[in-house]
């Protein structure tokens, strides 16, 4: 009788990977996916609701336009501040530690808004809450290059960035609503504790490719061809041996050398200094300039958020469409971009129209366009070098976020000095054109940075 052949556990591994390459691809990177849009929705409803909260927050506690400008931009001093701090935080305890404990924090500051009753609480909480959100958008940036290939990252990037807005879209008029009923500190609470769960939420669903029970081995490998599944410790766990970076202080200035770095940098301040507007002066624009009553405010101020978050879809998936009918990452990655921000530049036409209809159609125009040229941290994931993506998306929003800083203040000092809007709307628009610019004729070639000793 012949003998059963004997399989090795060597022959057993390789005819498992076999059978697993040939298997139907699962889709678990999808499930992350979602993970970071939900999550990214509520970052900008804790940022953004001191913005819807303000018509009515600055009558109870007797606050100006130059200091709501001073109140809007703090947040920033402090998310900028913290940018370095957070990615080298990131590249050494990994996505799913940092994110469940920025989440965490962040909706704490934003719970504990509510409970203020002066300038100086307000101050402290939008500075610990600038701390704590500080690596959201450098995890998301890790968590994209990880888990999905680069035929798909403009894609995965535009999904979760549309978080920003679709959140405010839809949540706006429940939030109007809401503070015509229980007064502008329900709102803190609401969205504060909105975060804290989720945060439990993440901290129980998400994990690295290899360690996540839905990826399998066709999954993997698709990603990996791809070149995802660059980070190769898994920190699923708290108690896993954090990593060494290899960080020097000098890197910085190493990157900032390169072109492509400080062109993106300047370019994403110039499109985020037309979503800064949205986020923080926007409903008081509407209700001081336009003269709209509450229920009109959170009616119309859905337009402008849809708009973009169609914006920004539209601009991820030209440009991965782009990229996989064989044009270069030049014309796919930075082609929507610079339509986006020349489009944004627009929104100064606002200044010269009565119709409040015509005045909301400017400006979802000009909100549309800005979210076309929100892949900028697509752009991060290509260019990064090995290793340091955490520290180079830190750099990256550093920059970028100086328009929080910066777009407030000026925006508030211009209304105070003035009376009106217009000047303001005519420096968002000067700077887009400005970001445009800088895509044109200092980004130059999307590659990956190598850092040559």
């Known amino acids: 009788m012949p003998q059963p052949i004997q399989s090795t556990p060597a022959d057993t591994t390789r005819q498992a990977g076999a059978t697993a390459s040939s298997a139907r691809r699962s889709n678990a990177r999808y499930q992350i996916l979602g993970l970071l849009a939900v999550g990214t929705m509520i970052n900008y409803l804790d940022r953004t609701v001191l913005?819807?909260?303000?018509?009515q927050l600055t009558k109870e506690l007797g606050i100006n336009a130059a200091m709501m400008g001073l109140l809007f931009s703090v947040f920033s001093w402090s998310y900028v501040a913290s940018q370095i701090p957070g990615g080298l935080f990131l590249d050494r305890f990994g996505s799913k530690l940092?994110?469940?404990?920025?989440?965490?924090?962040?909706?704490?500051?934003?719970?504990?808004?509510?409970?203020v009753h002066g300038i100086a609480g307000l101050f402290v909480f939008r500075l610990g809450l600038g701390v704590s959100e500080a690596p959201c958008f450098p995890t998301n940036s890790r968590v994209v290059a990880t888990w999905f290939p680069q035929s798909e990252r403009a894609m995965a990037t535009g999904t979760y960035t549309v978080g920003e807005y679709i959140g405010l879209a839809f949540f706006s008029p429940f939030l109007f609503m809401l503070m015509g009923a229980f007064g502008w500190r329900s709102l803190f609470y609401a969205v504060g504790g909105v975060?804290?769960?989720?945060?439990?939420?993440w901290w129980l669903l998400y994990r690295e490719p290899r360690d996540h029970p839905s990826a399998n081995q066709a999954e993997l490998d698709y990603i990996e061809a791809g070149g995802g599944l660059t980070q190769r410790h898994k920190d699923t766990s708290a108690a896993a041996a954090p990593a060494k970076s290899g960080f020097e202080w000098r890197t910085i200035g190493r990157l900032l050398k390169h072109r492509q770095l400080t062109g993106i940098c300047l370019g994403q301040f110039a499109g985020n200094s037309t979503l800064v507007f949205f986020l923080t002066w926007f409903p008081t624009y509407l209700a001081t300039e336009r003269h709209m009553g509450w229920l009109k405010?959170?009616?119309f101020a859905i337009m402008p958020f849809i708009a973009a978050s169609i914006g920004v879809m539209f601009g991820g998936l030209f440009s991965d469409w782009l990229l996989r009918r064989g044009k270069?990452?030049?014309v796919a990655r930075k082609l929507p971009i610079i339509a986006g921000l020349l489009l944004a530049s627009t929104i100064i036409l606002a200044n010269y129209v009565q119709s409040n209809v015509a005045v909301i159609a400017i400006l979802s125009v000009a909100f549309f366009a800005q979210g076309m040229a929100a892949l900028g941290w697509t752009l991060v994931s290509d260019i990064a070098p090995e290793?340091?993506?955490g520290v180079t998306g830190g750099i990256f929003n550093f920059a970028a976020n100086l328009a929080g800083i910066v777009t407030p203040l000026?925006?508030?000092?211009?209304v105070a000095a003035t009376g009106s809007f217009v000047g303001a709307l005519v420096f968002i628009g000067v700077i887009a054109l400005i970001g445009a610019l800088s895509y044109i004729f200092i980004v130059g070639d999307i590659k990956r940075i190598v850092l040559v000793d």
């Not at 469940?100 to 409970?115: E, R």
């Not at 000026?410 to 211009?414: K, L, M, P, S």
């Open 387 to 389: 290793g340091l993506l």
């Open 410 to 414: 000026v925006v508030g000092f211009i």
């Open 297 to 299: 405010i959170g009616f």
């Open 328 to 330: 270069s990452p030049n």
């Open 98 to 115: 940092t994110y469940f404990l920025s989440m965490s924090f962040w909706s704490l500051c934003t719970l504990a808004q509510g409970l």
């Open 195 to 201: 975060g804290i769960v989720f945060g439990g939420i």
């Open 51 to 55: 913005g819807i909260a303000a018509p």
